[in-house]
């Protein structure tokens, strides 16, 4: 097969139809014989002393089993998948609304809800720490024993900045964005003979969930055993630990199944978001606008446990330059504690906010200048063979920079005046209160890079075991399927490798071997990775007899069973020396997008007329497959671009519920055009690179630039309010 | 059974169920108590249209309506729906993803195919306005709306 051509996928995924009929099994369709349900106790302030905890109310009820708390943890207390320190229950102090104090155990979810409800919890409110550019200050409440910053990254090299020919500056601002996948937390939690426990949950990594629960149960790992359910998405909101350790420590205590689901409310608070972001950059220029120096600092902000701070900081200071060529830069990032929500993993990974960051400043030097912005950044384009700007890499042969420009550009512009007559096609929509007099049309454009997998020198491995009999092939691994379609991918790669059998790809259990969480634009590439190599060491044990070429296969394999594992290891990578260079990235995505808008300068409102993009891709291994992921991913920055902010007031979140929290729909969905370019990754199987993430990166930025375009306002902060558009002098 | 619980008998997809509710309780979870989880809910607020079902061939959010006010209506959820050329419609555009909002999705596509025998795209999109899609970007959806009932389309459903 050659190395240019996209694969042509020969397999549906697996799951489509099961979700397709309604019998598909998601995380809160689990059920057992005998199961009873549980409830968490939550903080109903930011930041407070608990003086006192009395679940007595609730114990009166007699469908009420038992109530656990900080005392019954036997184990650890702290739990995180980077750094332990958040507690399963709050002990001494709570430090967000919504931190969990305890669990009710009733026998109905119902029951356990109304009884959660009734424990009493005394507190001594405490100053709340509501702003992050005050997290530092020498009066700051002190949130952690080690101060309040969870990470602080510099970037610097080329020299000190010198003033440059033109010189621009920006403020710019990213709300706090939830992942709001469609299914609340939810798992089963079953107790075992053997004094372990298995849960059934929805997930992105079950062994990170493993190794926290085996911990804070104080259990050695073979006895707490994980198995995915359905998984209603999770775009980084399923990394963190939520409902899983309340379960398993009830069912064990209590010797039954215990089962949750969260209130989409519950599910708001318990989650960590995207890291609002305050960015103030400087970027230097020829008149010509060849950049000379970029100038970054960005404060993230993490609340008050560290989930994935540190390396969404990271994420941030690497991508805060874009995909140019950038002679001298000088980059600060910080995440810092604070007792608003918790902030973690969400798709872009802290990319998203330095994309919004150097796109808008580019977009002001383009206007001071007076050179089309296309064509600026066309003139800095990181080129193969480039240095890039913040690790010093060299960027290798798969950096289609410049191609995706002018084939982004290129795609089919709708030249046509805003369609006032038609009501659905107001800014606003069909409830729209006029007659369209003041709307106008703008043209914005942004480029988004991130790396794909860990990097910053985490180790990274992944494990897959396929086994062939008469019945066919059967694929053991723990990818998470959150909805990607990572089952019908795997099950690819063995069509690709072994030829057309039939493949089962198992559930994911905890049982197959370390797969790594479905995250960090990666799953694809290490568990294709993983399940290739393992195709590859069964076809070499293989006897003679057996030539998978033929279709009669299955039938020489008789009664034989044949097995073969592998570990595939990602090319390693490591952390930046003191000024941020080194061998950081393994690979990275480009990406481009072009947005046209309607605005009505009257109400503030905006309609997103297109979308076009340009995606780097490695090479599609199905083409449906990655089509929908730029979809999605683009819906969710149309989201972060124009409706969807997680807003709080002293800690305290005011829209919890999709009432209030908007996301897109499909009257708000813009036709996208999609040209994929396909310039194959050296390092990774099939050349392939992550999909997920970037269309989340730019596709707000260009929004905000067409409606700069079309109105001239500012848009120094996502999401864009009306007041933002129509308060203009 | 405590005092709060009832009976009420629920036609559902041509089949008559006795349940056993509070007064309270929504249709959806009356509903996912006769092991018909198909209906997921995802916000009971009657925001997300996850939990859509029909009731004499209109569809609601079956969160928002107590079952004991359904007795004596058809109900029809996702368990009741059979489409072939529907289903093979969403698999060719890609329209499932994690799959949560698909059975809402479904269950108000075959309303809005029985009312409409031609319907154009501005109108589809206003049409499934009221479901909530978080991994597909609703484009695949509308298509496959659209490939069965787009005015160019003269096969007979």
């Known amino acids: ?729 | 059974m405590n005092s709060r619980e009832v009976f009420t008998d629920l036609l559902v997809n041509g089949e008559h169920q006795s349940v056993e509710v509070e007064r309270d309780t929504s249709l959806l979870n009356a509903l996912r108590s006769l092991g018909l989880t198909g209906t997921t809910g995802a916000c009971e607020e009657g925001e997300c249209g996850s939990c859509t079902v029909l009731l004499d061939d209109t569809p609601i959010c079956s969160c928002l309506l107590p079952a004991v006010v359904c007795s004596g209506k058809r109900i029809v959820s996702i368990e009741g729906v059979v489409d072939p050329a529907l289903s093979d419609a969403l698999i060719k555009h890609g329209a499932v993803q994690c799959g949560f909002c698909t059975p809402g999705f479904i269950v108000r596509i075959t309303a809005l195919l029985t009312e409409h025998e031609h319907i154009d795209r501005d109108r589809v999109r206003e049409e499934l306005a009221g479901n909530l899609c978080r991994c597909t970007g609703y484009e695949a959806l509308i298509n496959a709306v659209l490939e069965l009932a787009s005015p160019q389309d003269t096969r007979q459903r």
């Not at chain 1, 489509?16 to 005998?34: A, H």
């Not at chain 1, 969400?346 to 064509?375: H, N, W, Y």
């Not at chain 1, 595939?568 to 490591?574: G, N, Q, S, W």
Request: aromatic share 4%; proline share 7%.
């Open chain 1, 1 to 729: 097969m050659s190395l240019t051509s996209t694969i042509e996928p020969t397999v549906i995924r697996p799951d489509v139809g099961p979700k397709i009929d309604g019998s598909f099994s998601f995380s809160n369709d689990e059920s057992t014989s005998g199961v009873v349900y549980g409830a968490a106790v939550r903080s109903t302030v930011a930041h407070a002393r608990i003086r006192a905890v009395d679940p007595e109310p609730a114990l009166q009820s007699t469908s009420v089993l038992a109530y656990f708390s900080a005392a019954d943890v036997p184990g650890e207390l702290l739990v995180g998948h980077i750094i332990a320190d958040q507690p399963v229950f709050a002990r001494d102090v709570v430090l967000h609304q919504g931190e969990p104090i305890g669990f009710v155990v009733a026998t109905s979810q119902e029951e356990a809800r109304r009884a959660a409800a009734l424990v009493r919890v005394d507190y001594e409110q405490l100053p709340v720490l509501e702003d992050p550019a005050s997290a530092l200050a020498n009066t700051a409440p002190i949130l952690h024993p080690e101060g309040n910053l969870f990470r602080r990254v510099s970037l610097v090299h080329g020299g000190p900045i010198v003033p440059a020919e033109i010189e621009v500056e920006g403020l710019w601002q990213t709300g706090r964005q939830d992942q709001a996948f469609l299914g609340p937390e939810s798992a089963l939690a079953i107790p075992q003979g053997d004094g372990g426990v298995t849960l059934q949950l929805a997930t992105q990594d079950l062994h990170a969930d493993r190794r926290q629960i085996a911990r804070a149960l104080d259990l050695s790992l073979d006895l707490v055993r994980l198995e995915l359910s359905g998984v209603g998405g999770a775009f980084g909101g399923r990394e963190d630990i939520t409902c899983q350790i309340h379960l398993c420590l009830a069912a064990l205590r209590l010797g039954r199944p215990v089962k949750t689901t969260y209130t989409r409310s519950e599910s708001f608070l318990a989650h960590p978001k995207r890291h609002p972001a305050k960015m103030h950059y400087r970027v230097g220029a020829d008149t010509d606008g060849t950049l000379r120096y970029v100038r970054a600092r960005i404060l993230l902000d993490g609340g008050p446990y560290a989930s994935t701070s540190a390396p969404v900081t990271g994420v941030a200071a690497y991508f805060a330059a874009g995909p140019y060529r950038v002679p001298t830069v000088d980059i600060v990032a910080e995440a810092v504690r604070t007792n608003n929500p918790v902030s973690g993993a969400m798709r872009g990974f802290g990319a998203v906010q330095a994309c919004f960051g150097i796109e808008s400043t580019m977009d002001l030097l383009a206007e001071k200048i007076a050179m089309d912005p296309v064509d600026l950044r066309l003139r800095n384009a990181l080129r193969p063979g480039d240095v890039f700007p913040t690790s010093r890499q060299t960027v290798g042969v798969s950096a289609p920079v410049v191609e995706l420009i002018e084939r982004c550009r290129e795609l089919p512009n709708p030249d046509e005046s805003p369609d006032i007559e038609h009501p659905y096609k107001l800014p606003g929509g069909a409830g729209c209160t006029t007659r369209g007099e003041d709307v106008v049309r703008g043209v914005g454009f942004a480029l988004g890079v991130k790396h794909c997998l860990f990097g910053e020198g985490e180790p990274e491995t992944c494990e897959a075991t396929v086994t062939l009999s008469r019945s066919g092939v059967e694929v053991w691994s723990a990818a998470a399927e959150v909805g990607q379609g990572i089952s019908g991918i795997l099950a690819q790669v063995v069509s690709e490798e072994l030829g057309e059998l039939p493949v089962t790809v198992r559930t994911a259990s905890s049982g197959a071997g370390y797969a790594g969480s479905s995250s960090a634009s990666r799953q694809t590439w290490m568990s294709a990775g993983a399940v290739k190599e393992a195709c590859r060491n069964l076809r070499s044990q293989l006897p003679a007899e057996i030539d998978l070429s033929e279709r009669t296969t299955l039938e020489s394999v008789g009664d034989r069973k044949f097995e073969a594992h592998a570990v595939y290891r990602a090319p390693e990578t490591e952390a930046g020396d003191e000024s941020g260079a080194g061998n950081v990235h393994v690979a990275w995505m480009f990406v481009a997008h072009r947005a046209i808008v309607d605005v009505d300068t009257g109400l503030g409102t905006v309609r997103i007329v297109q979308i076009a993009t340009a995606q780097d891709v490695g090479r599609a291994m199905n083409r449906l497959e990655v089509e929908g992921q730029i979809r999605g991913g683009i819906a969710q920055g149309i989201g972060l671009a124009l409706t969807e902010e997680l807003c709080s007031e002293m800690g305290l979140v005011t829209n919890q519920g999709f009432t209030d929290y908007l996301l897109p729909t499909a009257a708000d969905m813009p036709p996208v055009l999609i040209d994929l370019v396909e310039t194959p990754e050296p390092s990774s199987p099939y050349g392939l690179k992550g999909v997920g993430e970037p269309p989340t990166l730019s596709s707000a930025p260009a929004i905000a630039s067409a409606v700069r375009a079309a109105t001239g306002a500012a848009v120094s902060r996502l999401p864009i309010r009306p007041e933002d558009l129509v308060l203009l002098t």
